[in-house]
T-cell receptor, first 112, second 114 residues
Framework: SQQGEEDPQALSIQEGENATMNCSYK?????LQWYRQNSGRGLVHLIL?????REKHSGRLRVTLDTSKKSSSLLITASRAADTASYFC????????????FGAGTQVVVTP | EAQVTQNPRYLITVTGKKLTVTCSQN?????MSWYRQDPGLGLRQIYY???????DKGDVPEGYKVSRKEKRNFPLILESPSPNQTSLYFC?????????????FGPGTRLLVL
């Protein structure tokens, strides 16, 4: 079963604009991670946020976590064409360390 | 270079013909895992291994086997492949010493079962 669900499923923006995508999950988590995937390739880790953290930054990425709403958001500021990819959230539940559960992803297209 | 490698990268086979997809990591990671990716479903975990000789089922283990005889290798075995196992498969590894670990993914193996 899928733990995380991303919203929107697809997002099309122009270079320079910000891109925001959301992730909702169902169970209590230890941490939430965001990954990026270029078409048909392996996933690359972007950022990990712990359950006791509310916000985290990494370069042009900003992640928020609201455990009361069981949701997270990923913001990419000043997007570039190279940001075109699919973005996935993944959760590690508090009661199952070994399992990483992914959402279906948000496909982002950034046009020059 | 630190990496996770998978072989083969592409495979076409027929129903019932046993196959093995190899996965190897050179980072001395304790934790390894297999996922399959299907359109609209994201990644689903098949099996994972916390350490040598320790394996556990993920969300979709049916039809798959794994083994972890050495730390660096984690092969995925399809004893009798069926068309519904046509998918893109990813192996991943992490240090595995705490819950706060990021995973490093291999390049993927695209499997077609006829």
């Amino acid at each position: 079963s899928q733990q995380g669900e991303e919203d929107p499923q697809a997002l099309s923006i122009q270079e320079g604009e910000n891109a925001t995508m959301n992730c909702s999950y169902k169970t209590s988590i230890n941490n939430l991670q965001w990954y990026r995937q270029n078409s048909g390739r392996g996933l690359v880790h972007l950022i990990l946020i712990r359950s006791n953290e509310r916000e985290k930054h990494s370069g042009r990425l900003r992640v928020t976590l609201d455990t009361s709403k069981k949701s997270s958001s990923l913001l990419i500021t000043a997007s570039r064409a190279a940001d075109t990819a699919s973005y996935f959230c993944a959760t590690v539940a508090t009661d199952s360390w070994g399992k990483l559960q992914f959402g279906a992803g948000t496909q982002v297209v950034v046009t020059p | 270079e630190a990496q996770v490698t998978q072989n083969p990268r592409y495979l076409i086979t027929v129903t019932g013909k046993k196959l093995t997809v190899t996965c190897s990591q050179n980072m001395n990671h304790e934790y390894m895992s297999w996922y399959r990716q299907d359109p609209g479903l994201g990644l689903r975990q098949i099996y994972y291994s916390m350490n040598v000789e320790v394996t556990d089922k993920g969300d979709v283990p049916e039809g798959y086997k794994v083994s972890r005889k050495e730390k660096r290798n984690f092969p995925l075995i399809l004893e009798s492949p069926s068309p519904n196992q046509t998918s893109l498969y990813f192996c991943a590894s992490s240090k595995g010493q705490t819950r706060q670990e990021t995973q490093y993914f291999g390049p993927g193996t695209r499997l077609l079962v006829l």
